[in-house]
C-alpha cells in the first residue's frame, strides 16, 4: 500500500517570497512522485514528476522539487512567488509496474498575499 | 481544442433520481479515469479503463456505473443519488496502460450536489 502526507493544509506566503510546500510518502517499493496544482474552479494539472535519475526536478511556473529517499520526502520549493501561484497543490504517489493507481494527498492551500 | 471535455459543469438534483456525467479526451489516449473530489478536496480514484476495458475499480457504491462506448470516451452514470455523492467528479486521461508513471491530463470537473 502507498500513500501520501501533506503535512501544511493552508500556507500563507507574501508575494516575491520563497516557499516550500512540504510532502512525505510511504511505499514498500519503487516510487514515482508527482505534484499537480489546482486553480480555482479548474482541473488538476501537472507541476512536475519523478520517475528515476536525477533528484532535483525542475517543473513549470518556476516550481521544482527533490525527491529524498532516506526522508521519504518530495518537497516542492519556488525561489520567489507571485500572486497567480496562489491555488490547491497536490502531490501524489504510484508505484512503478502494470496497471498502477496514482494516490494523492489532501492538498495544500499556498495562499500568496500582495 | 480541449483536451479532456466533461459534460455538464454543474448538476443540481434531488435525492433519489438517476443522472449521468458524460466525458471526451481528444488526445488519443488509452486510459481514462474517474476521480471523486470532496468538500475537503480529498481525490480519490474511482475507475479506471484501458481501451474500454475496466482495469481499476475502487471500493464505490455499485450504483456508480462507468460505461465506456470507446477509448475516448468514458461516461459516469449513478443510480439513486444520495446526499453524500455531491463531490467534484473528475475526468481523466493518461497514454499507454495507466502505468503509475504517466502523467493524466484532467477535465474541469463537475459539481454535483444532491439537494
Redesign the interface.
Known amino acids: 500500500a502507498q500513500s501520501v502526507t501533506q503535512l501544511d493544509s493552508q500556507v500563507p506566503v507574501f508575494e516575491e517570497a520563497p516557499v516550500e510546500l512540504r510532502c512525505n510518502y510511504s511505499s514498500s517499493v519503487s516510487?514515482?512522485l508527482?505534484w499537480y496544482v489546482q486553480y480555482p474552479?479548474?482541473?488538476?494539472?501537472?507541476l512536475l514528476?519523478y520517475?528515476s535519475g536525477s533528484t532535483l526536478v525542475k517543473g513549470i511556473n518556476g516550481f521544482e522539487a527533490e525527491f529524498n529517499k532516506s526522508q521519504t520526502s518530495f518537497h516542492l520549493r519556488k525561489p520567489s512567488v507571485h500572486i497567480s501561484d496562489t491555488a490547491?497543490y497536490?502531490c501524489a504517489v504510484?508505484?512503478?509496474?502494470?496497471?498502477?493507481?496514482?494516490t494523492?494527498g489532501?492538498?495544500t492551500k499556498l495562499q500568496v498575499i500582495p | 481544442d480541449t483536451a479532456v471535455s466533461q459534460t455538464p459543469k454543474y448538476l443540481v438534483t434531488q435525492m433519489g433520481n438517476d443522472k449521468s456525467i458524460k466525458c471526451e479526451q481528444n488526445l488519443g489516449h488509452d486510459t481514462m479515469y474517474w476521480y471523486k473530489q470532496d468538500s475537503k478536496k480529498f481525490l480519490k480514484i474511482m475507475f479506471s479503463y484501458n481501451n474500454k476495458e475496466l482495469i481499476i475499480n475502487e471500493t464505490v457504491p455499485n450504483r456508480f456505473s462507468p460505461k465506456s462506448p470507446d477509448k475516448a470516451h468514458l461516461n459516469l452514470h449513478i443510480n439513486s443519488l444520495e446526499l453524500g455523492d455531491s463531490a467534484v467528479y473528475f475526468c481523466a486521461s493518461s497514454t499507454g496502460q495507466g502505468a503509475g508513471d504517466t502523467e493524466a491530463f484532467f477535465g474541469q470537473g463537475t459539481r454535483l450536489t444532491v439537494v
Open positions: 516510487v514515482y508527482f474552479n479548474q482541473g488538476l494539472q501537472l514528476k520517475l490547491e497536490f504510484s508505484s512503478s509496474g502494470g496497471y498502477q493507481k496514482v494523492f489532501i492538498g
